[in-house]
């Protein structure tokens, strides 16, 4: 995991670009992506676009998995003051939990929106009605017409 750690912290964005898919391998390979979540967290708050998108596309390979942890980086990034950090947790991260679960992902995003989240408000309004969501993606349009949003 060092030679993961060293491309990780490269300032070269092709480095870092490497570390993703030399995770990706390492959780094909049965690595748990737990072990992998900090170097994730750290790719996805990256400068580079690039890198940002492809550490938000492996998060988002971990829906399946273990969805607490990519529920825990909607919250971090889905809160972001950068609109392309919240289009790219919208469309990669948010739509597919709520496709995976959306029982559980919605109430709790409710209870932060109404809590004064805008942010959060704004990243859902991004995404789009996916998958199993999409036959109760009314009760998200009525939350942000709620909001305003």
């Keep these: 995991m060092g030679a993961i750690h060293s491309l ?6 092709s480095h870092r670009l490497r570390a993703i898919e ?3 391998e390492q959780i094909a390979e049965g690595q748990p992506p737990e072990e992998y ?3 994730c967290r750290k790719l996805i708050a990256d400068a580079d ?3 940002r998108w492809q550490a938000l596309i492996l998060a988002g390979e ?4 273990v969805p607490e942890l990519v529920w825990s980086l909607v919250l971090e990034f889905g809160a972001s003051g950068d609109e392309d950090m919240r289009t790219g947790v919208a469309t990669v991260l ?3 939990l709520l496709d995976h679960d ?3 992902f919605l109430p709790r995003l409710r209870s932060l929106i109404e809590a004064g989240h805008p942010m959060l408000a704004d990243t859902l309004r991004r995404c789009w009605a996916f998958g199993k969501a999409e036959s ?3 009760e998200v349009s009525e939350l942000l017409r709620q909001r305003g949003d």
């Design 8 to 13: 990780a912290a490269s300032t070269d964005a």
């Design 22 to 24: 030399a995770i990706r």
């Design 37 to 39: 979540a900090p170097l």
């Design 49 to 51: 676009n690039n890198c």
């Design 62 to 65: 971990w829906i399946e998995s």
């Design 94 to 96: 948010l739509e597919h």
């Design 102 to 104: 959306f029982d559980t």
């Design 136 to 138: 109760r993606w009314d």
